[in-house]
């Protein structure tokens, strides 16, 4: 076979260091638009973006050159990078260890990228953890609860 094709989208997830609160509306837009920017520049296509305060869920068109840990360094390296930069949060910012990346088909495309655009709503109903720990059950990954996305409280209980 003289060429090689592939197709492959992933919903990635990851949160704010401790679940803090630190993406502000005023600037949630930029950082969306930067991150767009690296995703763009290393050959992805973006298909939806959708950040919250304490978290960021990503949907792309994946180029499979790439590995997806390393995409993902990229993205928060860079991006924690940026909001340091700017100043953009009064507190110290940063990403948390650890990610969440789903693969889906071509068919559900419509149905994730309109999740991902729709967190606000979709978060009056169900906590980011809440939400985190549905899609790792609905994919069937086992997981420690102990190594889901640490708040705040999380961190003073024990």
Same mark, same amino acid.
């Given at each position: 076979?003289?060429?090689?094709? &592939?197709?492959?989208? $992933?919903? !990635?997830? =990851?949160?704010?260091?401790?679940?803090?609160? %630190?993406?502000?509306? @005023?600037?949630? +837009?930029?950082?969306?638009?930067?991150?767009?920017?690296? !995703?763009?520049? *290393?050959?992805?296509?973006? %298909?939806?973006?959708?950040?919250?305060?304490?978290? !960021?869920?990503? $949907? /792309?068109? *994946?180029?499979?050159?790439?590995?997806?840990?390393?995409?993902? @360094?990229?993205?928060? &390296?860079?991006? +924690?990078?940026?909001?340091?930069?700017?100043?953009?949060?009064?507190?110290? =910012?940063?990403?948390?260890?650890?990610?969440?990346?789903?693969?889906?088909?071509?068919?559900?495309?419509?149905?994730?990228?309109?999740?991902?655009? +729709?967190? @606000?709503?979709?978060?009056?109903?169900?906590?980011?953890?809440?939400?985190?720990? *549905?899609?790792?059950?609905?994919?069937?990954?086992?997981?420690? #609860?102990?190594? /889901?996305? #640490?708040? $705040?409280?999380?961190?003073?209980?024990?």
């Amino acid at each position: 076979m003289a060429n090689t094709y &592939t197709q492959s989208y $992933f919903h !990635i997830v =990851f949160a704010v260091k401790n679940r803090d609160a %630190l993406i502000h509306k @005023e600037w949630k +837009n930029d950082l969306e638009k930067y991150i767009t920017g690296i !995703i763009q520049h *290393y050959n992805h296509k973006l %298909l939806a973006i959708g950040s919250m305060p304490d978290h !960021i869920h990503i $949907f /792309i068109a *994946y180029n499979v050159n790439q590995l997806v840990p390393k995409l993902v @360094e990229l993205i928060k &390296t860079s991006s +924690n990078s940026w909001i340091k930069q700017k100043r953009l949060s009064r507190l110290k =910012f940063d990403w948390q260890k650890g990610y969440g990346a789903f693969s889906y088909s071509r068919s559900q495309i419509d149905t994730v990228a309109r999740y991902v655009l +729709n967190q @606000e709503k979709h978060h009056k109903k169900k906590t980011f953890r809440e939400e985190y720990i *549905y899609i790792l059950e609905k994919f069937k990954i086992e997981f420690d #609860k102990k190594y /889901i996305f #640490k708040t $705040f409280d999380d961190i003073y209980e024990k």
